[in-house]
Nanobody, 115 residues
């Protein structure tokens, strides 16, 4: 139920785009929230974007207008569309799901923004 697998990371030039996916092993229909976090070397993990049951979203100020979080209950997947990427977006990106009173984390996918 709680297994999460992220994909879609990679190396991209500044200004480019990537779409991250986080596939859950079981149904996410009843998940309270699904989120993306990131951690850059030497920095604390930070919340990037969250989508709550019902569709409410919130974003870190640093990514507002550039990143979009969405979820597909049919595919048991949460996505993070990242546009206008900057070098400071370089980090290991993790997804997190709050389900049934528990929190589950994926292993992370690396995003590197560099020319």
């Amino acid at each position: 139920q709680g297994q999460l697998v992220e994909s879609g990371g990679g190396l991209v030039q500044p200004g480019g785009s990537l779409r991250l996916s986080c596939a859950a092993a079981g149904s996410i229909f009843n998940a309270y929230s699904m989120s993306w976090h990131r951690q850059a070397p030497g920095k604390q993990r930070e919340l990037v974007a969250r989508i709550i049951r019902g569709g409410t979203t919130n974003y870190a100020d640093s990514v507002k207008g550039r990143f979009t979080i969405s979820r597909s209950n049919a595919n048991n997947t949460v996505y993070l569309q990242m546009n206008s990427l900057r070098p400071e977006d370089t980090a290991l990106y993790y997804c997190e799901i709050a389900l049934g009173g528990l929190t589950y984390w994926g292993q992370g996918t690396q995003v590197t923004v560099s020319s």
